[in-house]
């Protein structure tokens, strides 16, 4: 049985039981105790796309990009680390399904910067708090106002990867994967042709293009205010590419590599709480796309009903 196939029939079935999730929650924990890792520097660059990528209803902690390299001595065969991956990423999305979205009037994002030995710098926080109605503050050294709160009033969109959005279009979404996919690439395809998504080189090649959609789910899973069904649908769309494996047992959960056009993305994903634990890649909300040469990218996002002092 195909890869795809095997996915396509995953999600076709009925949502598995709760003994279900417990049990495949149970298998990759034994998985991930028995899966060695080593760690690596990840490499930076900004890429010129003037877009970014806001933040979600996510805690991120941890981890440099602990990683062991797909098919190295010692390690499972490629296969199964892509099987791996997909049991990740699928128990992922059944438990994302059942957490409550939560409420508040405030979309509050935290940007937190970190070494290779997870120190904090407080120079390298950044906040944002989005009203639905399109108003924002923004905190940080290195934003306007230079750590002071600045208020605009005038609508600001979020960021779906390379999308401007709005509130009331995120909650529009599909909510089935292979939808959800064809959706995200329609926009991105009509952006390209207005000539709104355009990359340093020029018009978006196609592989570019496939960037984009994954840049867009990974803003769906870990950054931007949807609802826990669309959240679940952009795991499990994930889960179908044929360019993610397994890093095995990091800390914080589960290390992912996805292979981008010419950068390797890493998150770290906790199957039994749905978080993204930590990253290796971001966009920020100035614009392009940073890949971190030194220490990872926190992120937490969450509603609140409080704007700071």
């Known amino acids: ?44 660059l900004t890429g010129g796309l003037a877009l970014t990528a806001v933040a979600a209803a996510v805690a991120v902690v941890v981890a440099s990009g602990a990683t062991l390299p797909t098919g190295s001595p010692g390690g499972p065969p490629v296969a199964a680390q892509q099987q791996s991956a997909r049991q990740v990423l699928l128990v992922a999305a059944a438990i994302a399904e059942r957490i409550p979205e939560g409420s508040g009037k405030y979309w509050h994002v935290t940007v937190t910067r970190k070494d290779d030995n997870g120190r904090v710098s407080e120079k390298r926080r950044e906040e944002y708090w989005f009203q639905r109605n399109g108003q924002t503050w923004i905190r940080g050294l290195g934003l306007k106002g230079e750590g002071k709160i600045q208020h605009f009033t005038g609508p600001q969109p979020f960021r779906l990867g390379p999308l401007e959005t709005s509130f009331e279009k995120l909650r529009k979404l599909p909510t089935d994967p292979a939808a959800l996919q064809a959706a995200l690439r329609t926009e ?27 840049e867009a789910l990974t803003s769906l899973i870990s950054q931007v205010p949807v609802s826990s069904e669309v959240r679940a649908a952009a795991f499990r769309a994930i889960a179908s590419l044929p360019n993610v494996q397994s890093l095995g047992a990091v800390e914080g959960g589960h290390g992912l590599q996805v292979s981008l056009s010419s950068e390797q993305v890493r998150l770290v994903v906790d199957p039994e709480t749905s978080w993204v634990r930590d990253t290796n890649f971001y966009v920020p909300q100035g614009g392009g796309r940073l890949f971190l040469m030194d220490g990872t990218a926190s992120i937490v996002a969450e509603w609140t009903d409080h704007l700071p002092e």
């Open 1 to 44: 049985m195909d890869d795809l196939h095997e996915i396509g029939t995953l999600l076709a079935k009925p949502e598995p039981s709760r003994d279900v999730i417990d049990r495949r929650r149970h298998q990759l924990q034994n998985a991930m105790r028995r899966t060695p890792v080593r760690r690596r520097r990840i490499g930076w």
């Open 188 to 214: 991105i395809a009509d952006g390209v042709r207005r000539g709104d998504i355009r990359t340093s080189a020029g018009e978006p090649s196609a592989d570019d293009r496939n960037d984009f959609v994954f």
